[in-house]
């Protein structure tokens, strides 16, 4: 699909990968980028649309979707991290996880959806994680969330086949953001990721696998757990 001249939207896309995303998308001639925003102003990038959007609060994301009604690619960049260890602790953070990453998703998505058939069907990416096919030990919540997310996606995948939306999932391991921070792991550039998931857009391609150890555990899930697990 093309980019340039398009409208688009990113949610969570004050920094890190949203941000990544939004400035990608202007690289790449985006005509205007919504920038999905709990505090728009605090969104003081140049070039974008700040628009109020808390991806829990089903009433804003009704009121984004009134707004940003040209839109023809939408990007579900919110998440969050902070769920409790696997045998500890509340699951307070964990719950706010599955409210953010799966069901504003699917919120979003869901909102969106028949503004992208109005606009000739456009594209629905969502940023997944390789913890989507794997467990984590230090973050399980996050990783189950993932694992709901990367479900969720495939879904809509299928139900927005019919109008023409290219439904793109983008896998990553640990990249260099605030989400990832206290994480002593290789790390992978916010603008990496951006710019596959742009040229994702552009071949029409319904996954993006970032880096090698995403690719790596996508080709083992054909395998057996020992396999999948071994280095873990």
Do not use: C
């Amino acid at each position: 699909m093309d980019i340039k001249g398009s409208a688009a939207l990113v949610t969570g896309a004050n920094r890190g990968i949203g941000l990544a995303f939004a400035r990608a998308l202007l690289a790449h001639g985006a005509a205007k980028v919504y920038a999905g925003v709990r505090d728009p102003e605090s969104m003081r990038e140049p070039g974008v649309t700040p628009l109020r959007l808390d991806v829990t609060d089903e009433e804003q994301v009704a009121a984004a979707a009134r707004t940003a009604d040209d839109v023809s690619i939408v990007i579900n960049n919110a998440g969050v991290a902070g769920g409790p260890a696997l045998l500890e602790g509340s699951f307070d953070g964990a719950r706010r996880e599955m409210e953010v990453n799966y069901f504003g998703t699917w919120a979003v998505s869901r909102a969106f959806a028949p503004v992208l058939a109005a606009n000739g069907g456009g594209a629905l990416v969502t940023m997944l994680s390789v913890a989507s096919w794997v467990a984590n030990r230090r973050l399980p919540s996050y990783a189950a969330s993932k694992s709901a997310q990367w479900s969720l996606t495939n879904a809509f995948r299928l139900a927005l086949r019919e109008q023409g939306t290219l439904v793109v999932g983008v896998h990553a391991g640990y990249v260099d953001t605030d989400l990832a921070a206290d994480i002593d792991s290789p790390k992978i550039l916010a603008a990496d990721v951006a710019e596959m998931t742009m040229a994702a857009l552009l071949d029409d391609a319904p996954e993006v696998l970032v880096d090698e150890v995403t690719r790596r555990v996508r080709a083992a899930l054909s395998g057996d757990l020992e396999t999948l697990y071994a280095d873990r």
